[in-house]
């Protein structure tokens, strides 16, 4: 067996140990993980990620599976009193132990103590993100006891001395080469350790005699049945029935929320965990044990069946204050998978490391950071740009978005109000608005470097990024001078009996910054018979909501609410060009309007234009060909990027199915986000994070260019279109112009 050695500080990268200091500073982490972790963690995530989108197709009923997950989680939660008694009595009465412990120490005490009087030398461990919380193993270590990780992962980190960096994939950070680097420097050994299954080979041999010796093998949980005592433990390496098999002591840690009520509600948990965290149908390894096992312990000089012990230790640490929070408590129903992990971009990037606290990471991960500790441990949040991607990849559907911005609105109450940088982003409405009575004048002075200082020293406002530019004619005037030109060509019969009529919301970014995907939406519209009115441009709460400024975001969206009643009950539909907006009717209002009925009316009432458009031509059976000059679309190259709100709202597919009617020959990207995410990408700490997250849509762009070939490029978000125009400089249209452009 090889010896472990002290690792040579000057044979691995100072960064390669865990370093509080670089927790403790968001941005120092952001930029150590770009320089080191970031190309090993973005393989492996999008990785996981693709399967995942595989795996899940292939399961007939993938939504009502994650419906009846959250049904049993919900009803678990709400139980759990009463659900942790029956859990007792299931294990008491086989001979197992139980033990509720009300925080770390607690937990870490009774399992120290039940390894001194077992007289433990050796415990061999199972890979468990909750004995990572509580600090099981530097407690067992002070007491003399040997500790061993046996998931390879985690392994790795024991050597390297770093924090998990992923909840499924705790070593997913780590390159193979800096794998080989690590166990070179930490071992002496004459195996060689450059492919991944020499490195493979070699820590399972260095772990085969730990599993054979140990006195005590501690595993956590995935799932706890309270009828019957049942752990379900999934894994993808075998070592977790070693752990909970082997010796003749096996502690079970898990914290309360994985318990649910029968035996029976473990299935879909099962069913959902391989395809949502790894993207694999099951898990090569899925244990389903009820402890005690009856049967003898196989390690070395093993006792019979009747001399093994089994303790469950169910830890609360802060769960059921949890569970009283109105919004935290949405998180006990996390099972676990890792799936909100692989799919953020800018998870992707920069791994947990960063977008990470001290136990937890990911969206989901700033909820158990506050929950199970403090709420400044729940910093790396701002990282949550809000693009809601996670939301439809949650198998127990738990809006992660809002309980991060939920967090945001609390931190900033706890740190003494909101920021100017916030307040400048957040309020975007004014300056827009203001910006447009002084252009060009405004854009000339913000582009001058003083000014760009000033506002990055002031507001926070990276002065590296082209600042978008108020349009020199606003949506809304141009409105006013397009209708005085139609209004004599229309008769006065069409304007008092027009077949469909809409309102086109006016948002603050169309109507400011791109107010030609605006007109271009109505002279489209207009076109197929649709009498459009423009609404008043209106703050709708998109801005302070992705700043974490919740009451104002909830003030702004009671007044835009009401509004838009008023023109559905006047029998009008309502479109949207900006994806983030029309996402915000569709999904977050439910949390900010006090009337669920008028949340619906809303939600049912609203469309992307080419989602409405498409609705339009199949209610009145109009053929392409009446409507667009399918000569002149046919054969036409497109790269097309759907905004990543749009996505989660289901509206990105209609523009898809639309050009391709068309004759387009479309490239869609698969890049979950664009990286700029509204404001982020401008602000001074986030903008090398943006840019970074952006270089897979870059790429994506340049991979599928011809040489002389005339390509036009898509994008629904404007601020998907400002992020491709910094990141290649090409010019970038929304859906809506390009069919403008090819109407008859």
Request: proline share 4%; glycine share 8%.
């Amino acid at each position: 067996m090889a010896r472990l050695r002290t690792i040579p500080t000057d044979q691995i990268h100072p960064r390669d140990v865990a370093d509080k200091s670089v927790k403790g500073s968001l941005e120092r982490a952001i930029r150590m993980a770009l320089e080191v972790e970031s190309g090993a963690v973005r393989r492996n995530t999008q990785t996981f990620n693709l399967g995942r989108y595989q795996a899940t197709a292939d399961i007939a009923d993938y939504e009502e599976l994650k419906d009846r997950a959250r049904a049993i989680k919900e009803a678990a939660i709400e139980s759990l009193s009463e659900l942790l008694a029956t859990l007792e009595a299931s294990v008491t009465s086989r001979g197992g132990h139980y033990y509720l412990a009300r925080d770390a120490a607690d937990a870490c005490y009774y399992i120290k103590r039940i390894c001194l009087e077992r007289r433990a030398r050796l415990v061999v461990k199972a890979k468990s993100m909750t004995t990572e919380e509580i600090g099981l193993n530097g407690v067992l270590e002070q007491a003399s006891i040997e500790v061993v990780e046996t998931d390879l992962a985690e392994f790795i980190l024991q050597v390297s001395g770093e924090q998990p960096s992923h909840i499924v994939a705790p070593a997913i950070h780590r390159s193979r080469e800096r794998i080989s680097q690590l166990f070179k420097a930490a071992f002496e050994t004459d195996h060689p350790l450059d492919s991944g299954e020499d490195l493979t080979r070699f820590a399972r041999d260095q772990l085969r005699e730990k599993f054979l010796t140990a006195d005590i093998g501690i595993s956590g949980a995935n799932v706890i049945a309270a009828d019957t005592g049942t752990l379900v433990l999934v894994e993808s390496e075998g070592n977790i029935r070693m752990v909970t098999q082997a010796p003749p002591v096996h502690i079970a840690v898990a914290g309360v929320e994985k318990v649910v009520s029968r035996r029976e509600d473990l299935a879909p948990f099962i069913e959902l965990l391989g395809p949502s965290g790894t993207g694999q149908p099951l898990t090569s390894y899925t244990s389903v044990i009820t402890p005690p096992l009856d049967f003898p312990s196989f390690s070395f000089g093993g006792s019979p069946a009747r001399d093994r012990q089994f303790h469950l230790v169910l830890i609360d640490n802060g769960r059921m204050t949890m569970r009283e929070d109105p919004v935290l408590r949405e998180a006990l129903y996390c099972i676990r998978c890792s799936a909100c992990l692989n799919v953020c971009a800018n998870f992707q990037t920069v791994g947990g490391h960063a977008f990470g606290g001290e136990t937890y990471s990911g969206g989901i991960g700033g909820s158990w950071e506050a929950g199970t500790g403090t709420l400044q441990k729940a910093r790396f949040t701002e990282l949550c740009t809000g693009c809601s991607r996670c939301v439809p990849q949650c198998p127990v559907r738990i809006d992660i978005p809002w309980l991060n911005t939920v967090l945001k609105s609390r931190l900033d109450r706890a740190g003494g109000g909101v920021s100017l940088q916030k307040r400048f982003f957040g309020n975007f409405y004014h300056f827009a608005r203001w910006g447009s009575r002084v252009t060009p004048f405004a854009g000339s002075v913000l582009r001058l470097s003083p000014s760009r200082w000033l506002l990055e020293k002031m507001a926070g406002v990276d002065r590296r990024p082209d600042l978008p530019e108020s349009a020199v004619r606003p949506l809304t005037r141009q409105y006013r001078q397009w209708r005085k030109i139609q209004a004599p060509s229309v008769s006065h019969a069409e304007q008092e009996t027009p077949h469909r009529k809409a309102l086109l919301f006016a948002d603050v970014y169309t109507n400011y910054t791109l107010p030609q995907r605006g007109m271009a939406t109505i002279k489209v519209l207009e076109c197929l018979g649709v009498q459009v009115e423009l609404s008043r441009v209106m703050a709708e709460g998109r801005a302070t909501l992705s700043q974490g400024m919740i009451v104002k975001a909830g003030r702004r969206a009671e007044n835009t609410a009401a509004y838009l009643e008023s023109r559905i009950d006047q029998g009008r539909d309502i479109v949207v060009v900006e994806p983030s907006v029309l996402a915000l009717f569709r999904h977050d209002y439910r949390h900010l309007l006090g009337n669920p009925a008028l949340f619906e009316k809303l939600k049912a009432n609203s469309y992307d234009p080419i989602e409405y458009l498409l609705k339009i031509i199949g209610e009145d059976e109009l053929e392409l060909k009446q409507i667009f000059n399918v000569e002149e679309t046919a054969g036409g190259r497109i790269f097309f990027h759907g905004h990543c709100q749009q996505k989660t709202i289901d509206a990105t597919a209609p523009t898809v199915t639309l050009l391709r009617q068309l004759g387009f020959e479309i490239d869609t990207s698969s890049a979950e986000c664009c990286g700029m995410a509204g404001s982020f990408g401008y602000k001074r700490e986030y903008h090398e994070l943006s840019m970074s997250v952006g270089e897979d849509l870059f790429n994506q762009v340049r991979q599928t260019e011809i040489p002389g070939g005339d390509r036009t490029i898509l994008a629904s978000g404007i601020s998907c279109c400002e992020q491709i125009r910094a990141g290649i400089s090409r010019r970038v249209l929304h859906p809506m112009e390009l069919l403008a452009e090819v109407m008859l």
